[in-house]
């Protein structure tokens, strides 16, 4: 006996393998009001773009330098965790939940 599945759920199936496949990419970028920051931009644009982060942290990894600064998003959004090195966006990673007003998209 061959089992049939439903055209809708396999068309919500593949929709979210598509969305799961796509999620590290939505880490890529970080949306302040209008302006979007992305791996790759020096820090001054994220500086004028989002303004200054909730919390700086310094890290020394192998004698290098290493920023992560931290947005709090705000209610229900998730915050931003952004690695800085040599000036430039390195890395945008999702963290816990925020709390208070929105800041971010």
């Not at 939505?26 to 004028?48: F, H, K, M, Y």
């Not at 942290?57 to 192998?62: A, I, K, M, S, V």
């Not at 816990?96 to 929105?102: A, Q, T």
Request: charged share 20%.
């Amino acid at each position: 006996m061959k089992l049939k599945i439903p055209r809708a759920i396999s068309l919500a199936a593949l929709t979210i393998i598509v969305l799961l496949l796509a999620a590290p990419s939505w880490a890529q970028s970080i949306r302040c009001g209008n302006e979007l920051v992305r791996v790759g931009d020096p820090t001054i644009e994220l500086l004028q773009r989002c303004g200054e982060p909730d919390l700086k942290e310094l890290l020394n990894t192998d004698g290098l330098i290493v920023e992560r600064w931290t947005y709090n998003c705000g209610s229900l959004r998730f915050m931003r965790i952004i690695t800085l090195k040599g000036g430039v966006v390195q890395r945008i990673e999702l963290a816990d939940y925020g709390s208070g007003p929105p800041r971010c998209q």
